[in-house]
């Protein structure tokens, strides 16, 4: 009877085996024995993480540092932004088409509110008019007052009683009057068109006995007076209110 012996194994089957073993040894610790918070950012290799790895809402605001995110330069909505388009509230804004709120804007081709704002085409709370329209385009001339009962006024003084009624509709009351029969009658009677829609009542500086401050009286009929009597001198310098109309 012819007897089998079993062949040794060649080295090269010796050094696969055991490499195969090892691989095996590794795959089944690292899937079963990995401790706990061992995986960090130096064990990840780059772009491991991708969108498909990360659950639905699993990376919310709270979790993400935007402190150190530079200032987005053209944006569609914007709190800060060199252009932007649509921006409910704009701290600095070169061009912003429309603004809710903006406290410093170069230009502006629409906004609500605007604290300061160099070139603005339309304006909620401008009237709609442009910012540049509401800066005075001329200096102011006072018209001398025509004073009456017994009032009278030096230029040379205080400065000689007038009106003026800028671009804006508003009348603006100048110089002093004095009487020195200490009278609560009218000091002068502005013009149709220079006074107010309802009377006007503004605190000014009286000369009696003693100096106190004192009420001017401006009303719809045009009389400008003091408001109580013993009065000698009234200044009016400041007096300003809108005209009717």
Same mark, same amino acid.
């Given at each position: 009877?012819?007897?089998?012996?079993?062949?040794?194994?060649?080295?090269?089957?010796?050094?696969?085996?055991?490499?195969?073993?090892?691989?095996?040894?590794?795959?089944?610790?690292?899937?079963?024995?990995?401790?706990?918070?061992?995986?960090?950012?130096?064990?990840?290799?780059?772009?491991?993480?991708?969108?498909?790895?990360?659950?639905?809402?699993?990376?919310?605001?709270?979790?993400?540092?935007?402190?150190?995110?530079?200032?987005?330069?053209?944006?569609?909505?914007?709190?800060? /932004?060199?252009?932007?388009?649509?921006?409910?509230?704009?701290?600095?804004?070169?061009?912003?088409?429309?603004?809710?709120? /903006?406290?410093?804007?170069?230009?502006?081709?629409?906004?609500?509110?605007?604290?300061?704002?160099?070139?603005?085409?339309?304006?909620?709370?401008?009237?709609?008019?442009?910012?540049?329209?509401?800066?005075?385009?001329?200096?102011?001339?006072?018209?001398?007052?025509?004073?009456?009962?017994?009032?009278?006024?030096?230029?040379?003084?205080?400065?000689?009683?007038?009106?003026?009624?800028?671009?804006?509709?508003?009348?603006?009351?100048?110089?002093?009057?004095?009487?020195?029969?200490?009278? /609560?009658?009218?000091?002068?009677?502005?013009?149709?068109?220079?006074?107010?829609?309802?009377?006007?009542?503004?605190?000014?500086?009286?000369?009696?006995?003693?100096?106190?401050?004192?009420?001017?009286?401006?009303?719809?009929?045009?009389?400008?007076?003091?408001?109580?009597?013993?009065?000698?001198?009234?200044?009016?310098?400041?007096?300003?209110?809108?005209?009717?109309?």
């Amino acid at each position: 009877m012819r007897r089998f012996r079993a062949k040794r194994p060649s080295p090269a089957l010796i050094v696969a085996s055991l490499a195969l073993f090892v691989a095996l040894g590794d795959a089944s610790y690292a899937a079963f024995s990995v401790p706990a918070n061992s995986v960090g950012t130096r064990q990840l290799r780059r772009a491991a993480v991708t969108n498909a790895k990360i659950a639905n809402r699993a990376v919310t605001g709270a979790k993400v540092d935007v402190s150190h995110f530079p200032t987005v330069p053209d944006a569609t909505h914007a709190d800060s /932004a060199t252009t932007a388009t649509h921006a409910d509230s704009a701290t600095t804004a070169t061009n912003a088409t429309n603004a809710t709120n /903006a406290t410093n804007a170069t230009n502006a081709t629409n906004a609500t509110d605007a604290t300061n704002a160099t070139t603005a085409t339309n304006a909620t709370q401008l009237g709609g008019r442009p910012a540049a329209s509401y800066a005075l385009t001329f200096s102011l001339q006072p018209t001398s007052a025509f004073l009456e009962n017994g009032w009278i006024s030096d230029s040379s003084t205080y400065g000689q009683a007038g009106f003026a009624k800028d671009q804006f509709g508003f009348v603006h009351l100048y110089g002093f009057a004095h009487n020195a029969a200490s009278s /609560a009658s009218p000091i002068f009677t502005l013009p149709v068109g220079d006074r107010p829609a309802s009377r006007i009542e503004e605190v000014v500086p009286f000369v009696v006995i003693p100096p106190q401050l004192g009420v001017l009286e401006i009303l719809t009929d045009g009389d400008v007076e003091p408001g109580s009597s013993g009065t000698q001198t009234v200044f009016m310098d400041g007096v300003t209110f809108a005209a009717a109309g």
